[in-house]
DNA sequence: TATTGTTATACTCTATAACTATA
DNA sequence: TATAGTTATAGAGTATAACAATA
């Protein structure tokens, strides 16, 4: 079949981001997180009592979309929510939080390890700030 | 915030997709087409009497989800199907998907370039490389 | 007046299972 | 027996609007 899309840089970038947002997500299946979920937790554990709000802007997510979000989270014990003044309310891993990121980051850095080996390595050091320009 | 994701690829991958998606989409919109609705009728309008079938095992796309899909270019009367055997049928673009096609192709390629040129002149001839070493 | 968190809702995308009819 | 098309359905992800309470 011929096929006008294999020059595409655009489709190229969105099926190497599907695949690879689908492996990762096959991984921190093993642990019951989600991809967004993992990295929410991340930011969490590297900035206690960030507030939902400071979250989502930096990820892009919409504050009504982190409310089930953080709750899912919360019920399975792994993070916690401390008022900060009557209408902030800063997060923090509890301590079931803070084990299961440190498996959680190994599964991580092995996936991110693996991404980078797949690219031939005369492109490897221009992927990310290729990538990077196209958004930040 | 102290932001652990800066140097991470996949994370790059994931935002700089999911922004260059998000502005294909916002341009397609013009011709009230969805992102995979203007993939699947290029590659129909390259392929013509190609099967359903054939498109969905290239992008990947299920066979039960190729059904609304191409329900709905059909009532936009952009693409017809032809009875190929009792159990086949070819897609083809009718002329007012020939028309839009030539539309749409011009905003794709668009986007396309300005994509490209975002991309500082050092890197960018590694992106496509890169990618496609990713998921082909 | 702007911000934080929340509720409710809807739409898109994707995945699975099961069915019919034909090759 | 495998394939093409279809139906129905469910789960994620994401978007908008509106509200209460507080800064």
Redesign the pocket.
């Known amino acids: 079949m011929r096929d006008p899309l294999s020059s595409s840089p655009g489709y190229s970038l969105r099926r190497a981001s ?1 695949a690879m947002t ?1 492996l990762l ?1 096959e991984r921190l299946a093993a642990h019951e997180l ?3 979920e993992a990295t929410v937790m991340l930011l969490i554990g590297e900035n206690p009592q960030v ?4 979250i989502g802007a930096t990820l ?8 089930p979000l ?2 899912r989270l919360e019920d399975a014990g792994l993070i916690e929510r401390t008022p900060i ?5 800063g997060l923090a891993l509890t301590a079931a939080g803070t084990t299961k990121m440190a498996a959680v980051r190994k599964t991580v850095d092995r996936f991110e390890a693996e991404l980078i080996a797949r690219v031939p390595e005369e492109h490897r050091a221009h992927l990310i700030p290729a990538l990077d320009a196209l958004w930040r």
């Open positions: 599907s689908g997500a989600r991809t967004v507030t939902a709000s400071k892009d997510i919409q504050r009504a979309n982190m409310v953080l709750k003044d009557g209408k902030s309310q």
